[in-house]
């Protein structure tokens, strides 16, 4: 019975940090208004969260928010990553005070022990959902990058090889063909329209693809580029045809990876095929 009033003091203090929050979150409300609805989901209450990052307790600090921040960076560039790290907060600040409401109302009325065990592993998967999934997400753009990357320096090198420059070049390439990394070279293209020098602009775009391959690649590129067309073709020729071989070994690994992850369900499957005959022949035995 104490046990049961405990929990639903606590039930009604988490219910009344949601309602002030609700209420006092409104001055948030134009931070939020242009958020995507399918996106961040309860888009509305998310001045919840922004509300409770006001408060000590529940403030976005320490490694969460370096590891926010610099996810967020990558995805959103430098001008707004600071907001969608802290908005990515909030979001998961509100689902989780959700959560807690609803599962110690539950726990309190029923006094079952099993809720406090559902609402903690809730409360982990909207922590994978929300926190992980920016970090997911920066992962797949790299993943995506690097398979369409030999391809990409294959048709720069072609044009830079005709008689191009780079700018017009990397432009060509942009806007020919939709996807992960085209969509940072058409960035790097902004970047250039807008004053950035060629150099600064593709090493903004090695960063942002977040791949070691990619980057790399393009601190040669520009040390390249100062040496005029010429070098910057035979490097980009020798570059397309070493990223053609390492894709190749790549799809070799991926192959054997999935072969190795057939084997399991193969064991579980000739398993159950061994103990359909092993029955089968006991039952026959039997008569």
């Known amino acids: 019975m104490i046990l049961k009033i405990i929990l639903l003091v606590l039930a009604t203090v988490c219910t009344m940090l949601f309602i002030v929050g609700l209420l006092k979150g409104q001055k948030y409300e134009k931070l939020i208004e242009n958020l995507d609805a399918s996106r961040y989901g309860m888009k509305d209450f998310l001045v919840i969260g922004f509300f409770m990052n006001d408060l000590r ?169 100062s040496k005029g067309n010429k070098e910057l073709s035979d490097f980009l020729m020798r570059q397309a045809s070493e990223q053609l071989a390492h894709k190749r070994q790549l799809a070799l690994q991926e192959g054997e990876k999935a072969a190795g992850k057939l084997i399991v369900p193969l064991g579980i499957t000739f398993a159950g095929i061994i103990m359909i005959i092993v029955s089968a022949a006991m039952q026959s035995m039997s008569f």
């Open 57 to 225: 307790l529940f403030r976005l600090r320490g490694k969460i928010e370096s590891d926010l921040k610099m996810q967020s960076r990558l995805i959103w560039d430098n001008i707004y990553y600071e907001y969608y790290a802290l908005v990515t907060w909030a979001q998961f600040l509100t689902y989780a005070l959700l959560t807690v409401c609803i599962g110690l109302i539950l726990c309190g009325l029923i006094n079952a022990g099993i809720v406090l065990l559902i609402v903690a592993l809730a409360i982990m998967a909207e922590w994978n959902l929300v926190i992980s999934n920016m970090k997911e997400a920066v992962e797949a753009r790299k993943e995506a990058c690097e398979i369409e990357f030999p391809n990409m320096i294959s048709k720069l090198s072609l044009l830079i090889d005709s008689g191009m420059i780079l700018r017009e070049a990397w432009e060509v390439v942009a806007y020919g063909k939709d996807g992960e990394l085209y969509e940072l070279m058409r960035k790097t293209c902004d970047n250039m329209k807008n004053g950035a020098s060629d150099a600064s602009a593709i090493y903004r775009f090695g960063i942002l693809s977040d791949s070691p391959e990619i980057k790399k690649f393009t601190s040669s590129m520009i040390q390249g580029i």
